[in-house]
């Protein structure tokens, strides 16, 4: 009934809560990538079964919400110039699966 694992040297413990309770959005996992291709690889495994929404979250067959995002775009959300920040924002908000093709050219 009850699951303890480690994630990035924090203890968990996860516990069945049944069918009485459900997870729902409110909680959610966000998984910080290294780049696309680890988006890709944790897109693809999460998303079978599942059901993909926007800027990079993804619902697993579990029912438990994921956002998958390469860390390059926390750079150009942060960006010191606002019309920079501003077109990554608008860009992530047009995707489903995040592409750091389109934040690499934003920052160029």
């Known amino acids: 009934m009850s699951v303890s694992f480690v994630l990035e040297g924090v203890p968990f413990i996860a516990f069945n809560g049944g069918p009485f309770f459900k997870f729902t959005p409110a909680v959610s996992l966000f998984v910080d990538c290294e780049d696309q291709a680890e988006v890709d690889r944790l897109w693809e495994a999460l998303i079978q079964g599942g059901e993909p929404s926007q800027c990079g979250w993804l619902t697993d067959r579990y029912g438990l919400t994921w956002q998958i995002v390469p860390r390059i775009l926390n750079e150009a959300l942060n960006h010191p110039d606002p019309i920079k920040a501003r077109q990554a924002m608008e860009a992530m908000l ?4 995040l592409d750091c ?7 160029k």
Not at 101 to 107: A, G, N, P
């Open 101 to 107: 093709s389109v934040f690499e050219d934003i920052l």
């Open 94 to 97: 047009k995707m489903v699966k």
